[in-house]
């Protein structure tokens, strides 16, 4: 049975020493004790420290049973439980950091011992604990705390202390706290519970707060399809913009404030920037009015209008609020940064009057940080050659941060060759015939010699262990080729003037001495998949026979092959590769997309892959 009066140093702060403030009679207690030694209150229990009834909330839709399997059934296993069923969010509110990418433009107000309010799952919490030396995350419902008690998917996971409490029952002394993180989306009573929270925090502190504005709380982002509120309170919208947050801070005693607009919503923030940044703002504009940006049908007209009336800053769904009487120095040089997050990394446009100044890529947390490392070292390596594809390598320097290594690039000119794509078979045939052309080029200047693998060998090849993924029986020998490789060779990340590649962007998947077909494959997938718009369609277009296509394809194949001196065979057999490394390399380094249904997708997609290779008999 567990001690309910001690709280376990397994899952302590790096001090248990640390003291706390009984919030029933304010005697100092000591972390370690876990309870008052005056009156008695709070029990630790489960991993919590408990200052409030344990059923006084339950919102959480996984059972208890079920909460020591989560971390490692949601990797191996397709997601096909009830609660996933009932709830298909779940498992992005627990692991998916790209929610948190507001991180960047305020990593400088979070040191110390740190309050996450309304902490949930924990997720924020063990984000926030790679910048901050404690973090105590608070929530009044114990359901979903018991969750972030179990969490070890962190390093830093020991840093951080589950209290069940509500903001009134808090065991912290006055400013006894350095910094105070809070969601307060969906909160009624936003002013009354920032003054509470104010108090705990020091004179130097710095308190950040996330908020609904007045078209989220009113509804009216739920009317034009960008999330799926149904609020109708406009009596309480009326503080719920810019202005009034700003007004809200100062009241409560803060000098400096900072407000930045996370765009279409707090819960799913796609664009994180600086209100006040009418460059940044244009930008994002600019952005979604791109063609194919499914944001753009719902949000284009209402952006006009506002962008052009200068009542665009009024009307931001989600706000993000930064308060400190403190001031120190930025955490990184920016001056108009927006930032977008991506699978392991955002990235962090700075816009100037001339466009995009420059390219920062951030990693999302700790565990992402190799992907950056390993992009910057292959560019060094790459670009020391002495080959011509020189030109096409993004320029970049690797500096150190509190995130870890991050690599600033230039801004790179051109057009996405998936642009020219319009479902025609001749916008088809140019964009592939331009992504192949600067491929066999490059994989012929880094290629090594061409080795014959084993039927065992190459089922090994293409194997993928932790979700039991097996080729086809494979019956001959087959000729394979190994090469550089970007590794994730998307129409989105080849750039192009004219019928030229000019750049080729985000290389944190690729690698010195990988198979040759994963490159090659990943763009005729990419390219016929975005033309006919399904994946088994698009797999059974390209192995088989079609009337509207197959000269194309069969063209890009034969050409392939032809130049790199390999069989159709091996091209083939080795399609699946160009899922397979990049599931082997997000595994590696705990991207999110193992822990979310986006692995299963990816899973899906190779197992069609084996399953249109052995219908049509090849092997």
Same mark, same amino acid.
């Given at each position: 049975?567990?001690?309910?009066?001690?709280?376990?140093?397994?899952? @302590?702060?790096?001090?248990?020493?640390?003291?706390?403030?009984?919030?029933?009679?304010?005697?100092?207690?000591? $972390?370690?004790?876990?309870?008052?030694?005056?009156?008695?209150? *709070?029990? +630790?229990?489960?991993?919590?420290?408990?200052?409030?009834? =344990?059923?006084?909330?339950?919102? &959480?839709?996984?059972? /208890?049973? /079920?909460?020591?399997?989560? !971390?490692?059934?949601?990797?191996?296993?397709?997601?096909? /439980?009830?609660?996933d069923k009932e709830q298909p969010d779940l498992l992005s509110e627990i692991f998916d950091v790209r929610r948190d990418l507001w991180r960047v433009l305020v990593a400088e107000h979070i040191s110390g011992r740190c309050l996450d309010m309304y902490a949930g799952f924990g997720r924020r919490s063990m984000l926030i604990s790679e910048l901050a030396n404690t973090v105590y995350a608070a929530d009044p419902d114990r359901s979903r705390l018991k969750i972030a008690a179990k969490r070890d998917d962190y390093e830093s996971s020991n840093k951080v202390v589950p209290i069940h409490a509500t903001v009134d029952r808090l065991p912290f002394e006055t400013g006894g706290l350095d910094t105070i993180v809070a969601d307060l989306t969906n909160r009624a009573?936003?002013?009354?519970?920032?003054? =509470?929270?104010?108090?705990?925090?020091?004179?130097?502190? =710095?308190?950040? !707060?996330?908020? /609904?504005? %007045?078209?989220?709380?009113?509804?009216?982002?739920?009317?034009?399809?960008?999330?799926?509120s149904t609020n109708k309170n406009t009596r309480s919208s009326s503080h719920r913009t810019a202005a009034g947050y700003r007004s809200i801070a100062r009241s409560i005693g803060f000098d400096n404030v900072s407000i930045y607009a996370l765009f279409p919503t707090a819960s799913r923030p796609l664009y994180a920037f600086d209100i006040q940044s009418d460059l940044a703002v244009n930008k994002l504009i600019e952005h979604l009015f791109e063609p194919k940006n499914g944001l753009v049908n719902a %949000?284009?007209?209402l952006l006009s209008l506002a962008n052009r009336s200068n009542a665009l800053k009024y009307c931001y769904p989600s706000y993000l609020v930064t308060c400190t009487n403190d001031h120190v120095p930025p955490a990184f040089e920016l001056l108009n940064p927006l930032v977008i997050p991506g699978r392991a990394r955002s990235v962090v446009l700075d816009v100037s009057d001339q466009g995009v100044s420059k390219v920062l890529k951030v990693p999302n947390r700790d565990a992402h940080a190799p992907f950056t490392e390993r992009e910057h070292s292959l560019l060094t390596r790459l670009q020391s050659s002495e080959s011509g594809i020189s030109s096409a390598l993004p320029e970049g320097e690797a500096t150190g941060s509190r995130f870890g290594q991050v690599r600033t690039e230039q801004p790179i000119d051109g057009v996405p060759l998936d642009k020219r794509l319009d479902g025609s078979g001749q916008s088809l045939r140019q964009v592939l015939h331009i992504g192949l052309d600067w491929l066999i080029d490059f994989q012929q200047a880094f290629r090594d010699r061409k080795v014959v693998r084993s039927p065992s060998e190459v089922r090994e090849d293409l194997r993928f262990e932790p979700s039991n993924l097996a080729p086809p029986e494979v019956t001959a020998p087959?000729?394979?080729?190994?090469? *550089?490789?970007?590794?994730?060779? $998307?129409?989105?990340?080849?750039?192009?003037?004219?019928?030229?590649?000019?750049?080729?962007?985000?290389?944190?998947?690729?690698?010195?001495?990988?198979? =040759?077909?994963?490159?090659? @494959?990943? $763009? $005729?997938?990419?390219?016929?998949?975005r033309t006919v718009g399904d994946f088994e369609q698009a797999i059974r277009i390209i192995l088989g026979k079609n009337e509207k296509y197959s000269s194309i394809i069969? @063209?890009?194949?034969?050409?392939? &092959?032809?130049?790199?001196?390999?069989?159709?065979?091996? +091209?083939?057999?080795?399609?699946?590769? *160009?899922?397979?490394?990049?599931?082997?390399?997000? %595994?590696?380094?705990?991207a999110v997309s193992t822990y979310t249904r986006r692995m299963d997708n990816r899973i899906q997609r190779i197992n069609a892959v084996y399953r249109v290779v052995e219908e049509m008999g090849f092997s």
């Open positions: 049975m567990s001690d309910k009066t001690k709280y376990d140093r397994s899952r @302590g702060t790096t001090s248990v020493s640390e003291k706390i403030e009984c919030p029933e009679c304010s005697t100092k207690i000591i $972390l370690d004790q876990a309870h008052c030694p005056q009156c008695g209150e *709070a029990i +630790f229990d489960e991993g919590i420290l408990s200052y409030i009834p =344990s059923d006084s909330q339950s919102t &959480c839709p996984v059972a /208890d049973a /079920d909460i020591d399997t989560l !971390f490692e059934k949601n990797r191996v296993e397709s997601h096909e /439980d009830e609660a009573n936003v002013r009354s519970e920032l003054a =509470s929270l104010e108090r705990y925090l020091d004179d130097n502190g =710095s308190l950040i !707060f996330l908020a /609904d504005g %007045w078209t989220h709380t009113t509804g009216l982002t739920g009317i034009v399809g960008i999330d799926d %949000w284009k007209p087959v000729v394979t080729l190994s090469t *550089a490789a970007h590794g994730d060779y $998307l129409t989105t990340n080849i750039y192009t003037n004219e019928d030229e590649v000019a750049s080729v962007i985000d290389w944190e998947y690729g690698g010195m001495s990988v198979s =040759s077909i994963i490159d090659a @494959g990943l $763009l $005729l997938i990419d390219a016929v998949l069969n @063209g890009y194949i034969q050409k392939y &092959c032809d130049s790199m001196d390999i069989p159709h065979r091996t +091209f083939v057999l080795y399609l699946p590769s *160009a899922y397979l490394h990049r599931l082997a390399i997000d %595994w590696q380094y705990d």
